[in-house]
């Protein structure tokens, strides 16, 4: 999952860029990079014969989604989806599929970045110019070694779900030990950590106002910003205006996939939430078309209501 540095683009240049789940950059390109998640995740061993710089870098190229998924088992795929409207007077989102708990693979990503900042935030510190590279690298292009810096830094689970109570989640279990790509979450606490990040009324609930503005700024930030090969999923359900974090990875006991993606999107002129997580997927590539086709339904109920 992890990609080579590159530029800092537009917010949006992502967005105007961005492949969906049949494209070949989807295939290509971000499909490649999935075995690197796996590494981090602890549920994927070294493959022989794989090049050095897949199981470090996996850079866009290095292997290919349809290579990973030959001759694997058939599964039945299960997802869940939720969504609020951010503009809407609904407090609780709407849940298709069974609120039940799935591996976060790399959409944790945000959360170990919210529990960073908020516990700069309780220490009167900025995030330091090392853990800000981090975070970027982390947010923008997943990196995995990124993340297990500031997986440590935060102090693991326990940092981890210490800050979950304060940001309002109840259902997110954090990874064992390094494992981060093992916590486990519910569509519905990814939508209480989405508000922590993008829900600013004065209304909101005490979870969504325990970071306070510059740190959601900045996350908000770096969620507009990520690659474009990896701007898929719930962005399907909008306009250019999102903001997102994906996660992939391959169990090795089934060769099935669990795909994820949460973000903020643009649809009829609102701001939505959305959480889709999925597993038993047979391949990558059915994964981002499973995730992608059930948030713009989700989305399309939200708005016809």
Do not use: C
Request: net charge positive; hydrophobic share 40%; no cysteine.
């Amino acid at each position: 999952m992890p990609h080579r540095p590159s530029p800092l683009p537009h917010p949006q240049s992502a967005g105007r860029r961005r492949p969906h789940g049949g494209h070949a950059a989807v295939r290509a390109g971000v499909l490649a990079a999935a075995l690197a998640t796996l590494f981090a995740a602890g549920s994927l061993a070294p493959a022989a014969a794989t090049p050095a710089s897949a199981s470090a870098s996996m850079g866009p190229g290095t292997a290919t989604a349809d290579a990973l998924a030959v001759a694997r088992p058939q599964g039945k795929a299960r997802v869940t989806a939720a969504v609020v409207d951010l503009d809407g007077t609904g407090r609780e989102p709407a849940v298709h599929g069974d609120d039940t708990p799935y591996d976060t693979a790399s959409i944790v990503k945000v959360d170990i970045l919210a529990t960073a900042l908020l516990q700069a935030q309780d220490s009167g510190h900025d995030l330091t110019t090392q853990e800000r590279a981090q975070a970027e690298a982390m947010i923008r292009r997943s990196d995995n070694t990124a993340a297990n810096a500031l997986w440590r830094r935060i102090g693991l689970a326990p940092g981890l779900e210490a800050a979950n109570k304060r940001l309002g989640l109840t259902s997110t279990k954090g990874g064992p030990g390094v494992k981060w790509g093992l916590t486990r979450t519910t569509a519905s606490d990814q939508i209480r950590l989405l508000r922590a990040v993008f829900d600013t009324r004065p209304t909101s609930p005490a979870g969504s106002t325990a970071l306070n503005a510059a740190s959601r700024s900045y996350l908000r930030t770096l969620m507009t910003r990520v690659v474009g090969e990896q701007a898929w999923g719930v962005s399907a359900a909008g306009g250019s205006g999102w903001a997102l974090k994906n996660g992939w990875l391959q169990r090795n006991t089934t060769g099935l996939w669990d795909v994820n993606s949460v973000g903020r999107i643009t649809a009829g002129g609102h701001h939505y939430l959305v959480a889709v997580l999925s597993d038993g997927n047979t391949s990558m590539k059915d994964g981002v078309a499973l995730v992608e086709r059930e948030a713009r339904a989700a989305v399309t109920s939200a708005t016809a209501h």
